[in-house]
């Protein structure tokens, strides 16, 4: 599944949210959150989460939207990457923004079209914040920031796990597109003194069951290629919210890895490094099917716990 796919959701107030997603939150004020791509399928979630936790939302989405019955919830319009002013309009009296909005991947699209979109979208809804003097955002970037699932290369990685600090080398649009959204963060952050940007490094959103069965029909693709990792719709939600509202506990522009603990695999994570990427390196312990991501770091920072396992 991508980010922008739609997801058929039952109607608000039917989700009965464990103790765990009803804690998560800090609770110290409500905000107003922007939420572009609000209709993808982290979009909702995101919309859904920050509605069961108290704060208003503003769902901006490229075409106009009937009411969702969502609470505290207001339907905006907007095209992120085509369209900068209707972009500030649509941030307009907001605290936050989770910025969603992006063509999820580079298959059967031109080069060119994935590539622009995907970076003015990236500008336009960080210069918006800047102009508008908002100065919490969470931004969906991608492991594929690294190179990854769409190069046009053969996949080398120097060691696992992949942390923040791995060195990128993007051979694709999509790639290269997320990598570009990182480097205008950290431009903007000082562009803007006081602002806080998380780049949050999602992997395929997805329960575990759907993406293991893409791996099992196209495994060199889907699995081989993307390291056999996943991460929940629920948990990723949460860590686009906590990215705003934890924002205090980081500085600047921060790059977060935002993966399941686990692969979709029974074989230990070792012996898969070991018979596809012979070359890396293994750091620490990769006995069990231990992800071949870190998380280490959301979790220190921003408090975030990946506890769904299916």
């Excluded at 989460?49 to 075409?63: D, K, L, S, W």
């Excluded at 949460?238 to 600047?252: I, M, P, W, Y």
């Amino acid at each position: 599944m991508n980010p922008d796919e739609p997801l058929l959701l039952k109607p608000a107030g039917a989700y009965n949210y464990t103790t765990h997603i009803r804690s998560f939150s800090t609770r110290s004020s409500a905000m107003k959150i922007a939420i572009t791509g609000a209709r993808g399928t982290v979009g909702q979630k995101v919309v859904q989460i920050c509605a069961q936790e108290g704060h208003e939302t503003v769902q901006v989405n490229r075409t106009d939207q009937e009411y969702d019955g969502t609470p505290k919830s207001e339907m905006r319009t907007a095209d992120a990457a085509s369209d900068y002013d209707a972009t500030l309009k649509a941030f307009k009296d907001c605290d936050a923004v989770i910025h969603l909005a992006a063509i999820p991947n580079p298959v059967g699209k031109p080069d060119w079209q994935v590539h622009q979109n995907n970076v003015q979208s990236a500008f336009n809804g960080f210069r918006a914040c800047g102009e508008l003097g908002i100065k919490k955002i969470c931004y969906a970037s991608s492991v594929n920031a690294i190179g990854l699932a769409y190069a046009n290369q053969p996949l080398k990685f120097d060691y696992f796990p992949i942390d923040e600090e791995y060195p990128v080398n993007p051979t694709d649009s999509y790639a290269l597109a997320k990598q570009e959204a990182e480097t205008q963060a950290k431009a903007f952050v000082n562009w803007f003194p006081g602002t806080k940007i998380a780049m949050m490094r999602i992997h395929e959103v997805a329960p575990k069951d759907d993406v293991l069965q893409e791996h099992k029909e196209d495994w060199e693709n889907a699995a081989v290629k993307q390291l056999w990792s996943w991460v929940h719709p629920d948990a990723t939600a949460r860590a686009c919210l906590l990215a705003v509202t934890k924002s205090d506990n980081f500085e600047g522009c921060e790059i977060f890895n935002v993966v399941a603990p686990t692969t979709t695999q029974k074989t230990p994570s070792e012996q898969l490094a070991k018979k596809y990427y012979p070359d890396a390196k293994i750091k620490g312990d990769m006995s069990t099917s231990v992800s071949f991501w870190t998380y280490d770091k959301i979790e220190r920072v921003l408090g975030w716990k990946h506890t769904e396992e299916e």
